[in-house]
């Protein structure tokens, strides 16, 4: 029961300091970049979740550890990694855009699943073996940057919308000035002569 707690206690403290170094020292520089650049270290980073294959390579994990836990994460992050990979060639391509898309609900879903099948097939820690770190260390950062890049495709979603809001009131702001001109060109002439009666 104690190595299980331990588990759980570390998957705890991963994600609340990945939190934290994300929310001051990550995000504050990626928020500065287009969401375009934005996306790519994050895609980087997930390119590599083909370490998950470790989960099947005897020896790095223990012969009791539950083939369906093993087999679904190895698989689901390899395809997570191609994905990454995939967009990272077809950014800033929109077929890149939509293939961040499509990585990013399939990993976000593919680790969501993993911790589902361990809960349901009664992982026990020790027999995650050398990949113990990968539950404990990698996936907190990993659901924290799926986060974020979901918050980045958001808002690359919401740019046109807000540029052509901004259009449409640069739009209207000028069409004002230029009432507001012909207005006084207009009154111009009905002041001279209004002075001129007054001077007879």
């Keep these: 029961m104690l190595p299980q707690l331990w588990f759980f206690v570390s998957i705890a403290f991963s994600f609340t300091t990945w939190g934290v170094v994300t929310r001051r020292y990550v995000w504050p520089k990626l928020r500065l970049l287009r969401p375009v650049e934005a996306l790519r270290p994050l895609l980087i980073l997930h390119s ?46 929109g077929a890149g855009i939509v ?41 907190p950062l990993l659901l924290i940057t799926h986060g974020l890049i979901f918050r980045i495709l958001l808002q690359h979603h919401n740019q ?17 000035s230029m009432i507001d001109a012909t207005t006084d060109h207009s009154t111009e002439p009905q002041s001279v002569a209004a002075a001129t009666r007054l001077a007879r």
Excluded at 66 to 91: E, K, Q, T
Excluded at 106 to 111: I, R, S, T
Excluded at 114 to 126: E, M, R, S, T
């Design 48 to 93: 590599f979740r083909f370490v998950g294959l470790a989960f099947l390579v005897p020896g790095v994990v223990s012969p009791e550890l539950p083939s369906a836990f093993a087999y679904s994460a190895a698989y689901g992050d390899l395809v997570a990694a191609i994905l990454a990979s995939l967009s990272l060639v077809l950014l800033p391509r």
């Design 99 to 139: 293939v961040v898309w499509i990585f990013n609900g399939w990993g976000l879903a593919d680790l969501l699943n993993a911790f589902y099948q361990a809960n349901d097939a009664g992982l026990v820690a020790g027999q995650l073996g050398a990949t113990y770190f990968i539950p404990t260390l990698v996936v």
């Design 160 to 176: 046109p919308a807000m540029r052509e809001s901004r259009q449409h009131g640069e739009g209207l702001s000028s069409g004002r």
